[in-house]
């Protein structure tokens, strides 16, 4: 099972600015990356008009657009984070944005000037990633400006393969 690390924060901490600079690092050293993106807001990805659009308003309740580079599978029904973990094939590890309750390695992002406290306490996270020094009461705690710790424990954490 490809193991799976949930960044969780409240909005505006710098999670996502973090995490695209932490899936770039990984990638720099050969880890094929996986992402998930919990989107609180209702997204939407497909436009009006085009084919798989008017799919979906005839009733499929999944519909996939695939080209030569990409695919899309958009699901017109709720899925599970562990069915949407599940999708992910052919990566070392995948990094998920949110999934806070769900999520068993959950890794809390802080930022001192969001206003925001931790979304969870650090004794229930594998780890924290702060702006300032913290005291996560043995947690490993990580620099919120350099993902390249972060990138070393990860790697630490995966399955022996040649990286």
């Known amino acids: 099972m490809t193991p799976?690390?949930?960044f969780i924060a409240y909005s505006n901490t710098g999670k996502t600015t973090?995490?695209?600079e932490l899936i770039a690092e990984l990638t720099r050293r050969g880890v094929r990356v996986g992402?998930?993106?919990h989107d609180a807001h209702e997204f939407e990805i497909d436009k009006q008009g085009k084919d798989s659009w008017r799919f979906a308003r005839s009733g499929a309740q999944v519909v996939a657009v695939v080209s030569q580079t990409k695919c899309a599978v958009m699901d017109y029904r709720p899925v599970s984070f562990a069915e949407t973990v599940s999708r992910i094939k052919d990566v070392d590890i995948i990094i998920?944005?949110?999934w806070h309750s769900e999520a068993e390695n959950r890794i809390a992002v802080y930022r001192s000037d969001s206003g925001s406290p931790l979304k969870a306490p650090a004794?229930?996270?594998l780890a924290v990633v702060s702006d300032v020094p913290l005291d996560t009461g043995g947690t490993p705690l990580f620099p919120l400006g350099d993902a390249g710790p972060m990138?070393?424990?990860l790697i630490s954490k995966l399955p022996e393969k040649k990286i």
Request: aromatic fraction near 16%; charge should be negative.
């Open 96 to 98: 998920a944005e949110g």
């Open 4 to 6: 799976v690390f949930s």
């Open 151 to 153: 990138a070393d424990f």
């Open 18 to 20: 973090y995490i695209v």
């Open 123 to 125: 004794r229930d996270c």
């Open 35 to 37: 992402a998930i993106k």
